[in-house]
């Protein structure tokens, strides 16, 4: 077998062929990795400015929401039915956008231990089981709860944006 290998490539010209079909493979080969690299940091590049696009206007959407409940709970009193059921359907769409919010963050960007547990309808809006109890809440009391709601709300929202914020900054933008 050595024999056969010593004959093939005896000249310089058939040791010259080798090499250059040898040197010719290993670049093939490294540049298809190279390409498989890049293309894979360009996708995955992608996919996190999209998952930040998606978290930034999540946060947009419950702070539209969470502004059109408090303008619904302020006027609860009435027209009770209507804008019960109307604040109860807000509220599961406002925790809908809370929840996806905290996937984006916990699959696409796990360095960030957000709480978003103060964000829920229940903990943002104290008074809201109140109303729909019928329970007689004094009116200081009612409108200093939804004056809080909406410091409080202002203040998730700012959270969430200046995380967007830094995620855009850290990957593109």
Not at 61 to 87: C, N, P, Q, R
Request: proline share 2%.
């Amino acid at each position: 077998m050595l024999e056969i290998g010593l004959e093939i490539f005896s000249s310089n010209s058939d040791k010259a062929r080798f090499i250059a079909i040898l040197f010719s493979s290993i670049m093939a080969i490294a540049l298809l990795f190279a390409n498989q690299y890049f293309n894979h940091r360009r996708l995955r590049k992608e996919t996190l400015i999209s998952k930040i696009e998606e978290l930034y206007t999540s946060s947009t959407s419950y702070k539209k929401i969470a502004l059109e409940m408090i303008f619904i709970l302020a006027g609860i009193k009435d027209k009770y039915e209507t804008h019960a059921v109307l604040f109860a359907e807000k509220a599961i769409l406002l925790n809908d956008e809370v929840y996806k919010m905290e996937m984006i963050l916990q699959l696409y960007f796990p360095v960030y231990d957000f709480d978003l547990e103060d964000m829920f309808a229940a903990d943002l809006f104290p008074y809201y089981e109140k109303s729909l109890a019928r329970l007689e809440i004094p009116e200081d009391d009612f409108f200093t709860a939804i004056d809080k709601s909406r410091e409080k709300l202002h203040l998730n929202s700012y959270n969430v944006n200046e995380i967007c914020q830094h995620l855009m900054s850290r990957h593109g933008f």
